[in-house]
């Protein structure tokens, strides 16, 4: 069974800083999906980003990007110019290939931005 | 606008009242699901519908169950609710096929306190 690892439960970074959220994962599919979602205190689960395993660059939108390690299943969210609302619950996730579309999660990294 | 609608957003109840969610959602998705969210847990299937009529369990599926009548309808029912469920509860919906973006469109949760 595909695993999701998030070792960190807690992060903070100082406004404007930089900072990297941990994701490892475990699966010996070659076709998979790959997600961060971000839930804010509203409890709504917002899609950030998402990295398709094939292919080799890693995604980026806006402020945030991934550093996507295949070899060694590991997908971590960084982001940049961190800003209070930035602070949110942030889970990864890891979706099968085309044919299974559960969505495992990880245990999510509680983020705070320090003013 | 394209959303997952859910209802109630909070919900008490007593132990052994039969409860009903509900969940709608108007983007046509094929792939409807239910996920309970704990603390240090994070998100966990209950139970997944891959179109009308045809659903199958998740990982966490004791003491839930579902139907799948219409295509944007997934109700999550609790037959004799138990306080090992109270919980944070989200359904979320999807394309399936080979074009699909694989990402889930969350409806706001219902947080469900049984005393």
């Known amino acids: 069974a595909q695993t999701v690892t998030q070792s960190q439960p807690e992060m903070s970074v100082q406004e404007a800083e930089t900072v990297t959220l941990s994701c490892t994962y475990d699966t010996s599919e070659s076709d998979y999906y790959l997600f961060w979602y971000k839930q804010p205190p509203s409890r709504q689960m917002i899609l950030v980003i998402r990295?398709?395993?094939?292919?080799?660059q890693n995604a980026t939108e806006n402020r945030f990007s991934v550093n996507f390690q295949k070899a060694a299943k590991s997908f971590s969210l960084k982001i940049s110019d961190s800003q209070l609302g930035d602070a949110a619950m942030y889970f990864c996730?890891?979706?099968?290939?085309?044919?299974?579309?559960?969505?495992?999660f990880g245990t999510g990294t509680r983020l705070t931005i320090i003013p | 606008e394209a959303q997952v609608t859910q209802n109630p957003r909070y919900l008490i109840t007593v132990t052994g009242k039969k409860l009903t969610v509900t969940c709608s959602q108007n983007?046509?998705?094929?792939?409807m699901s239910w996920y309970r969210q704990d603390p240090g847990l994070g998100l966990r299937q209950i139970y997944y519908s891959m179109n009308v009529e045809v659903t199958d369990k998740g990982d966490v599926p004791e003491g839930y169950k579902v139907s799948r009548k219409e295509k944007r309808n997934f109700p999550l029912i609790l037959e004799s609710p138990s306080p090992n469920q109270t919980s944070l509860y989200f359904c979320?919906?999807?394309?399936?096929?080979?074009?699909?973006?694989?990402?889930?469109?969350f409806g706001s949760g219902t947080r469900l306190t049984v005393v």
């Open positions: 983007m046509n998705h094929e792939y």
């Open positions: 996730a890891y979706r099968r290939g085309f044919g299974n579309e559960k969505l495992t």
């Open positions: 979320a919906s999807s394309f399936q096929g080979a074009n699909a973006d694989y990402g889930y469109t």
């Open positions: 990295q398709e395993a094939y292919k080799q």
